[in-house]
């Protein structure tokens, strides 16, 4: 899977499932979670979703707004694996 796939993806499920808007021009460096789209229990919830759908486990430490708080670290860090 691609950068691009990965983007397209994360971006449709965040504004779907925690902005509840699909609609939402969610851009790439945009805080997600310092800006109140989503919360530490949507971060839990994330982070499930990224396992299941790209088979990439992301440990509870790297589950933080300083690591996650924008589509491009999301992105960044789901190729990481």
């Known amino acids: 899977m691609d950068e ?3 983007r397209q ?3 449709q499920y965040i504004v779907r499932e925690f902005v509840r808007d699909e609609s939402y021009a969610l851009t790439d460096t945009e805080g997600i979670i310092s800006g109140g789209l989503m919360d530490s229990t949507s971060l839990a ?3 499930v979703y990224v396992e299941q759908t790209f ?10 707004v300083a690591s996650m708080d924008t589509l491009n670290q999301m992105v960044a860090r789901v190729l990481r694996g």
């Open 9 to 11: 993806q994360l971006r």
């Open 45 to 47: 919830e994330l982070a």
């Open 4 to 6: 691009q796939q990965v």
């Open 55 to 64: 088979n990439v486990y992301i440990p509870d430490p790297d589950l933080t």
